[in-house]
């Protein structure tokens, strides 16, 4: 039996990045949202979210005459990753947040499991050929910055020696001003980043990593799992990890959440039902090697919350050489309607709304004349948001008339 074309649509929702966002709440209900994605950043990470604070926010929220839909993020520390000293108390305070934010109604929570960097990219204003602007990832800068700026020990074996003369072409043609450009984007921290670094600390905190590699990583996480499921099961929390981005090693630092296999292993060491998925097109597109609608098919079931953006990759690499840069949310190396299509069917199936926000929109018309967060501007979402939104119906109305 074919469900009507209204059940199971995605819960339409915008990041908010509290209140000094410059988009504000009224500007995301004005979008058509009903929920907000947002977290409580002023708590450093590892402390507990008390449930004050988080009512305080939902209140928020709820007086624009929305619901706060899903945390993004809850932080996971430094010291879970790396199984540092305050490792216990860190998952301690971790559990205690998940029941206070279930005794405020707030279930599903995402974090991720990426060493000291969030989502990392080397531009922030990437011209498009309309004029609008967008997030860009070049490897030869990445690999510039590696090894020539921060000067990692041994950091030229992890690249191709093509790479590593590209890059010191560039760095040595890079003014002063370009290199601290670049330093400020790459660990300065983006909108959502959890740490931002100067270079001396940046160093130093890489060497935390030393002996950990893409095995020990992923012990650590199925321990990090272990530890706070139960507790997350027993509140009736969604845990939901947002997978790497770029979904690859980076400055030495392995990465656990980048294939189908990756997330096939996660599953099967920690079965537990609260044990989700963030399924974020955009960052998974970045592989080649990741069939999108193939992973919504296998793993619907653990898919409680998507961000929809398109990326175009901007050479056929891989590994560390990939370039791509966010493009059109509908025109990119994402099929967008084979993966609606997808996510619609694990909704039916799954009898489930899934929340959407759509993700990195470009800075584009009277936004490139303001302050905005990068990624994360107004009318370049909305214009994501609205053409996701079209998308979804017309599947929706065809599936239902199939």
Known sequence: MTAPADRNLMVQTMRWFGPSDPVSLADIRQAGC???V???????????????????????????????????????????????????????NYRISIENLAACGITTVTYNFMPLLDWTRTDLNYALPDGARALRFEAVAVAAFDIFHIQRPNAAADYAPELVERARARYEAMSEAERVQLERTIIKGLPGSEESFGVPEFRAALTTYDGIGHAELKDHMVHFLKAVCPTADAAGVKLVVHPDD???????????VSTEADLADLFE??????????????????????????????????????????????????????????SP????????????????RASIRHDR??????????????????????????????????????????????????
């Open 34 to 36: 009903e929920g907000v």
């Open 38 to 92: 947002t977290a409580l950043h002023h708590i450093p990470n590892g402390e507990v979210w008390t449930v004050a604070e988080i009512a305080r926010r939902k209140a928020e929220i709820e007086a624009h005459g929305m619901v706060w839909s899903v945390v993004e993020s809850l932080p996971i520390h430094e010291d879970i990753k790396t199984q540092g000293p305050l490792l216990d108390q860190c998952l301690e």
């Open 246 to 256: 770029p979904p690859f090693p980076i400055f030495g630092l392995p990465r656990v």
């Open 269 to 326: 060491r920690v079965p537990n039902e609260s044990n989700g998925l963030c399924f974020c097109a955009g960052s998974f597109s970045i592989r080649p090697d990741n069939d999108l609608t193939a992973m919504i098919e296998r793993f619907g079931g653990r898919i409680y919350f998507t961000h929809l953006r398109n990326t175009r990759r901007e050479n056929d690499a891989t590994g560390n050489a990939i370039d791509f840069h966010e």
């Open 329 to 344: 949310h509908l025109d990119g190396s994402i099929d967008m309607f084979s993966v609606i299509t997808a996510l619609r």
């Open 353 to 402: 709304r899934i929340p959407m926000r759509p993700d990195h929109g470009h800075q584009m018309l009277d936004d490139l004349h303001k302050r905005t967060n990068p990624g994360y501007s107004a009318i370049g979402r909305l214009r994501g948001l609205a053409e996701l939104r079209g998308l979804e119906m017309g599947i929706a109305r065809a599936m239902a008339a199939a």
